[in-house]
């Protein structure tokens, strides 16, 4: 479960658009984790999980910046529900094209 998230995962943060746009998130939410106002470790997470979303890998409004902390909390939560998604298998159908 965990391996397959973090492949889905790591082909958006493979991807050549993803660097700008996680630059963007940042700028936009004003450098600090929109959950707690840290300022430090912070990361870009998607609100809609990937592996469900993958439509919304590149879109700015699903993207949203977390230190590391509220991250790994938000990611266990993700995790948490149903691994069987129906989305889950279009976009394994995806990174096999
Ligand atoms: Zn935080």
Known sequence: MRQRY???GR????????PALRLAAKRRDGWH???CGHKRRLEVDHIKPVRDHPELAFDLSNL???CGSCH???TRLDLGFDPLHPERAKWRALLKM
């Open 33 to 35: 984790c929109v959950k």
């Open 11 to 18: 082909a958006v943060y493979r991807d050549k658009r993803w």
């Open 6 to 8: 973090d492949r889905a």
């Open 72 to 74: 790994s909390r938000k």
């Open 64 to 66: 949203q910046v977390l």
